[in-house]
């Protein structure tokens, strides 16, 4: 299969099992403007499978940049247009599908920046979006799905022995590869995985686990989980009792904690971006659910803004299981794109909590979610946590602990 025909089928991978286009669906695609190509493919297959109507948001980093850098005003800063919530929002009572295209032409254009301003427009963005991610996101009202394309820059940082053509290249065979989108049969292949997951995730919900026990090279941390927890692994089911895939790759099984209930201290393993900065060597302390102390060799200032965003960001809102057996992990590759590295190790996620993780969420107001540790925020940033030398157990609310990770490998369960 030549370069050109692993794209196409990536395309219609993208379509119709993540997005899993329905005939007189609205889909709306937010991208930069470097991957208008790979979009196009993207349009078409989804018009192919009878989209109504295909929508792009096309968006360039340096405009960002450019705003950050020539605005005086915090209260400007912190505006966003009446018609950026409306526009997301318009997706939910038209059970919409929505894309979100990573990989960016300028990996690093905010990194050098005020941590204070970017975390204020970043913040400000999402807090207007609240709706639409409570809603379309966190009850799955929408049919959603993150992927990424590769980008000569992106590919010079998992490359950096290439040229940026080659590295670019290399990055996109490396796509291919992870997302089984190099071979003929991609669709029955994740078909096969999806099963994987959902079983595992199924088993995992049926042993009631009280919580994980991660323990490793600094790490000695338990996140506590409500007996409502759910384990989530695969694709995803909207109100139209739609299949989609949220994300492409996905490795993981994963749930909602009880805020509440972590304590101890974690060690990440893998490096992570949050408002354009790379966040390296954080080291974690958690105390009665909340980061009571951190250290981190680099990036410590961006941090620190983003948990004082909300109450909710010092809190966790997510974990979840990934074994070395991860093709991301194989690859022997950090990507610097928290898609591909939150599937190549077990994760914790500081901020909102997916609602769909809680059984009979959707008959659940606010309060009552509160009550049972369902965390509330503005941010959700996912953090690995494990290697080959880390281990998992599970302490059940039967009494019973059984293993679930040894060496980073999955026991058998």
Not at 87 to 103: C, D, I, K, V, W
Not at 105 to 126: C, H, M, W
Not at 132 to 153: D, L, M, N, R
Not at 291 to 301: K, L, M, P, S
Request: charged share 25%; aromatic share 10%; proline share 4%.
């Amino acid at each position: 299969m030549d370069f050109e025909q692993k794209l196409e089928l990536y395309a219609q991978l993208i379509v119709r099992h993540g997005l899993n286009v329905q005939k007189g669906q609205d889909v709306y695609i937010g991208s930069e403007v470097i991957h208008r190509d790979f979009v196009i493919k993207i349009v078409k297959a989804a018009y192919e499978m009878g989209a109504r109507s295909v929508s792009c948001d096309f968006n360039d980093p340096r405009i960002l940049c450019t705003r950050i850098l020539e605005t005086k005003s915090a209260a400007d800063l912190s505006y966003v247009p009446p018609f950026v919530p409306f526009r997301y929002e318009s997706m939910l009572p038209q059970t919409a599908a929505s894309l979100r295209l990573l990989g960016s032409e300028y990996p690093d254009i905010l990194a050098d920046l005020d941590p204070k301003k970017v975390n204020e427009v970043e913040i400000s963005f999402k807090k207007s979006l609240k709706k639409f991610y409570e809603e379309g996101i966190g009850h799955s009202k929408v049919q959603w799905t993150v992927a990424a394309a590769a980008t000569p820059a992106w590919g010079k940082k998992v490359f950096p022995e290439r040229d940026d053509a080659s590295a670019c290249r290399a990055l996109w065979e490396e796509i291919f590869r992870i997302c089984r989108a190099d071979r003929a049969d991609c669709l029955e292949i994740w078909q096969k995985h999806n099963l994987q997951l959902a079983l595992r995730a199924q088993k995992l919900t049926s042993m009631k686990i009280k919580y994980l026990h991660f323990t490793g090279p600094g790490t000695d941390l338990k996140v506590g989980l409500s007996p409502r927890a759910l384990f989530k692994g695969g694709t995803s089911k909207s109100p139209r009792n739609v299949e989609f895939e949220p994300n492409i790759p996905t490795e993981e099984c994963f749930t909602t904690p009880d805020y509440r209930m972590t304590t101890g201290k974690v060690n990440t393993t893998r490096p992570f971006l949050i408002n354009g900065k790379q966040i390296r060597g954080l080291r974690l302390e958690f105390k009665e659910g909340k980061i009571i102390d951190f250290h981190a060799d680099e990036g410590a200032n961006t941090f620190a803004e983003y948990i004082n965003s909300d109450e909710g960001a010092k809190r966790l809102g997510e974990v979840a299981l990934v074994g070395i057996d991860s093709p991301i992990y194989q690859s022997g590759k950090i990507f610097e794109e928290i898609l591909f590295d939150e599937n190549a190790a077990c994760h914790i996620a500081i901020g909102f909590a997916y609602r769909f993780c809680i059984a009979d969420s959707s008959m659940m107001n606010n309060s009552e979610l509160d009550n049972i540790g369902c965390n509330t925020s503005n941010v959700h940033t996912d953090m690995m946590i494990s290697s080959e030398k880390v281990d998992v157990r599970a302490a059940c609310y039967s009494g019973e602990s059984i293993s679930l990770i040894v060496n980073g490998a999955w026991a058998k369960i």
